[in-house]
Nanobody
């Protein structure tokens, strides 16, 4: 019923830029929070950037000043503009959204994940 569709990953050189997109679709009553996580080989998944339920932005220290998250509220879409990419940014990037859906007459809050998109930064 709910789907997160990501796009925009790829292979770039260090110093270049990429823009990721994630669109949430389905029977969505409300988006509480939405953002991006990443997981490098042998590493735990970590938050990169996201919007909290109050609309505030959060960034990992490692990407502050280089990455910018933005949001299209009308279309339940978030974007991640990644500039000055470094080899250590190489990872699978996952979109995550805490969504409230309607099931019959009840509301259900659940975290949904996208399928992931590979970002590879070569030196």
């Amino acid at each position: 019923q709910v789907e997160l569709v990501e796009s925009g990953g790829g292979l770039v050189l260090a110093g270049e830029s990429l823009r990721l997109s994630c669109a949430a679709s389905g029977s969505i009553f409300r988006v509480n929070a939405m953002g991006w996580h990443r997981q490098a080989p042998g590493q735990q998944r970590e938050l990169v950037a996201g919007f909290t339920s109050t609309g505030s932005k959060r960034y990992a220290n490692s990407v502050k000043g280089r990455f910018t998250i933005s949001r299209d509220y009308a279309n339940n879409t978030v974007f991640l503009q990644m500039n000055s990419l470094k080899p250590e940014d190489t990872a699978v990037y996952y979109c995550a959204a805490d969504l409230v859906t309607l099931v019959d007459t009840q509301t259900l809050t659940k975290r949904y994940w996208g399928q992931g998109t590979q970002v590879t930064v070569s030196s």
